[in-house]
């Protein structure tokens, strides 16, 4: 799912080798991204979102983990819980990520760049790196924050089996208006319960 602008064909073609790369050093991330990247043009499309913000979107969402190729490995690939200090370098990817991408100096790069930086801001300001919240959010970072959240959660990865689809549902209804942006929740519902994105288990 390639953006449609010319220019930011250049800079997806020009990541997608990073992609590439962390896929060979974890492939559950090159494969939870391109979901992400699916479930979150989906909302965008369902919210109106302009074509420049879909494409936008799509590039950021494909890369939203860039960063984790600059984690070292015991930490990325730990199949148990992250100490507070391990967490604090996870943590880090999202701003690695955005640097990453700025750093190709492309067309469309810092737009891009910005939203990846802030994919896990919370709506009520309690989320990283800079703890912005409600629509100083961007709104393609609120929508990838919603769209990995669930991946993650529904989806099996080395540190957790994956979760009924009703209770991730529940989970992130409690959630909304903390973590996530109450309007865009209502957008998720809808896609999400197309069988194009439930979990072969849910």
Known sequence: MEPNDPTLKVLYGYTKALSVALGYRDQLTRLHSERVRD???AIGICRGLSESQLDALKIAASFHDIGKIGIPDHILLKPS??????WEQMKKHAEI?????AAT???GAHQA????RHHHEHFDGSGYPDGLERENIPICARIISIADNYDA????RTYHSARPHPEVIAIMRKETGSKHDPELMEVFYE???SNQFRPARG
Do not use: D
């Not at 819980?81 to 391990?86: D, P």
């Not at 760049?113 to 990846?116: A, G, H, K, L, Q």
């Open 39 to 41: 479930l979150s043009a």
């Open 81 to 86: 819980a992250f100490t507070a200090e391990e």
């Open 97 to 101: 990520g955005a640097e990453i991408i």
């Open 105 to 107: 100096e492309i067309e």
């Open 113 to 116: 760049s910005v939203v990846i």
């Open 153 to 156: 959660m529904a989806v099996t």
């Open 191 to 193: 896609v999400v319960e």
